[in-house]
């Protein structure tokens, strides 16, 4: 699949896009899509795992329906609990940097 391919040789490069987590939510959603569920899991436990999760990437997952497949799976359903926790962890880090470097 074209998708796969495309990925795998970003990621083989060691191209910046090919280091940040969306190359790794694109092969998790490929992979689910096709009814790999150990392969999106791998790839779905390599982006949960990165620091900072922006909110698109909480959306998309919560609603991409290339996920169907697996979308009522605990295993799946933890995952995404795991990245709304870490990004709001994030977001509430930076709501509160201002206050605490006195710029309010």
Known sequence: MKQIDYSMRILD???VIGSTHRNYYDLAA???FLGEKDRAYDYLG???NFPIIDSWGVNYLRHDPLFNKIR???EFRQIVRDVE???Q???ERVRQWPEENDML
């Open 72 to 74: 009522d799976e605990p």
């Open 30 to 32: 490929t992979y689910a």
């Open 46 to 48: 390599i982006y949960s």
């Open 13 to 15: 490069m060691g191209h």
């Open 89 to 91: 962890a994030e977001h």
């Open 85 to 87: 926790a870490k990004y």
